[in-house]
């Protein structure tokens, strides 16, 4: 399974973008980098997914390096409702890394 | 309609006791998931059912049995409870095999022991 590194915290103030930045230098061509979060006693919920194309939706855009080896979530208007830990995890649901597995993520905190 | 729900939301109970969580989903989804997150709030994926069929089982005391009686229900039943089972459990449920979202999660079932 690639494995995914992640800082362990960031703030952003509250209106900017936040930049959340995940590393998975062994990821495999067929796997693709999903990112989820997790407020506080929440289960965890989807935000984005993508292969080697940028990718956007309402919640946000995904930047990923040509070389697939690192890649961007931006939130681009935060508000205090985005504070959550945020995990970037490599997946490929019809391949042998089928399994959801999560690292430690990134505690982001948006301050008003 | 809630897409992932799980009963109860929480449950407090004693050592020793035998307690179960229940599971279900209505996206028609053919798998489903248990994961674990202790006090430290990492999560563990325990347990997965794709189909009524066990596909995967982490390395898990056997007092958790769970049980898929049909696809959109998981169960998992805990026998004499200990301190450490304390934790917040997760059910999810996806397509084997299907993007693109991954898995749906629920709210979650905070079980203390005490």
């Known amino acids: 399974d690639a494995k995914t590194t992640q800082p362990t915290s960031m703030d952003c103030a509250e209106g900017r973008a936040a930049n959340l930045p995940c590393n998975h230098s062994t990821i495999s061509g067929n796997e693709y980098v999903y990112w989820y979060r997790q407020i506080h006693s929440q289960g965890p919920q989807y935000i984005i997914h993508?292969?080697?194309n940028n990718e956007t939706n309402e919640m946000a855009s995904l930047i990923i390096t040509e070389d697939r080896k690192s890649s961007t979530l931006i939130l681009p208007h935060a508000t205090l409702r985005d504070t959550a830990v945020y995990y970037c995890i490599t997946f490929n649901s019809g391949g042998s890394n089928y399994k959801l597995t999560f690292g430690k993520g990134t505690l982001l905190t948006v301050n008003p | 309609d809630t897409a992932v729900s799980q009963t109860p939301k929480y449950l407090v109970t004693q050592m020793g006791n035998d307690k179960s969580i229940k599971c279900e989903q209505n996206?028609?989804?053919?798998?489903m998931y248990w994961y674990k997150q202790d006090s430290k709030k990492f999560l563990k994926i325990m347990f997965s059912?794709?189909?009524?069929?066990?596909?995967i089982n982490e390395t898990v005391p056997n007092r958790f049995s769970p049980k898929s009686p049909d696809k959109a229900h998981l169960n998992l039943h805990i026998n004499s409870l200990e301190l450490g089972d304390s934790a917040v459990y997760f059910c999810?449920?996806?397509?084997?095999?299907?993007?693109?979202?991954?898995?749906?999660f629920g709210s979650g079932t905070r079980l203390t022991v005490v």
């Open positions: 993508g292969l080697k």
């Open positions: 059912y794709n189909n009524k069929e066990l596909i």
């Open positions: 999810a449920s996806s397509h084997l095999g299907v993007r693109p979202y991954g898995y749906t």
């Open positions: 996206l028609g989804h053919d798998t």
